[in-house]
T-cell receptor
């Protein structure tokens, strides 16, 4: 059974710091891994999607890496800003197959960036 | 519309009442998903549609939960005889086809008194 874990559950940093959020999964036979952002009272916004054949994806100040063999992904945020404050969730498709589509999520890391 | 739209945004119901939650996916999106998100947790899968066909309902917690998408567009999640443990945010997501990134609505926050 696939389980997704995110550490830490919460993180508070001063503005300008570089930071790393961690995501681990128990079944390495994944098709892809997706990072989402969730603001309070809102739905999820997709940030990055890494295919199983890729090692990393970048979008602006965000960089996500994937190590399937060790069951880990990291989301790196450079030069953090107060606007980055949100909950960050990682998710993988259930059963590791692209044909399922349904996602298993971690519990999320709630990030607070202080001005 | 430009994104996935869910209504109502908030719903308060008394225990035992039936509720219906609506999802308008992005136009043209074939795949539609429902998730349940408890406070402080990640979303959990409920059910999946491809067009009007409900291909997976393995995540529905009980037979009180029912979902439909009769014309392959708008979907409704219905909960009968609501219980307090049904209180959660219900998220709808759609994707162009299966395997493509899922786009989420803002959810319906359901509170059962």
């Amino acid at each position: 059974k696939q389980e997704v874990t995110q550490i830490p559950a919460a993180l508070s940093v001063p503005e300008g710091e570089n930071l790393v959020l961690n995501c681990s999964f128990t079944d390495s036979a994944i098709y892809n891994l997706q990072w989402f952002r969730q603001d309070p009272g809102k739905g999820l916004t997709s940030l990055l999607l890494i295919q199983s054949s890729q090692r990393e994806q970048t979008s602006g100040r965000l960089n996500a890496s994937l190590d399937k063999s060790s069951g880990r992904s990291t989301l790196y945020i450079a030069a953090s800003q107060p606007g980055d404050s949100a909950t960050y969730l990682c998710a993988v498709p259930l059963h590791g197959s692209s044909n399922t589509g349904k996602l298993i999520f971690g519990q999320g890391t709630t990030l607070q960036v202080k001005p | 519309g430009a994104g996935v739209s869910q209504s109502p945004r908030y719903k308060v119901a008394k225990r035992g009442q039936d509720v219906a939650l609506r999802c308008d996916p992005i136009s043209g999106h074939v795949s539609l998903f429902w998730y349940q998100q408890a406070l402080g947790q990640g979303p959990e899968f409920l059910t999946y549609f491809q067009n009007e066909a409900q291909l997976d309902k393995s995540g529905l917690p009980s037979d009180r939960f029912f979902a439909e998408r009769p014309e392959g567009s708008v979907s409704t999640l219905k909960i009968q005889r609501t219980q307090q443990e049904d209180s959660a945010v219900y998220l709808c997501a759609s994707s162009l086809v299966l395997g493509q990134p899922q786009h989420f609505g803002d959810g319906t926050r359901l509170s059962i008194l």
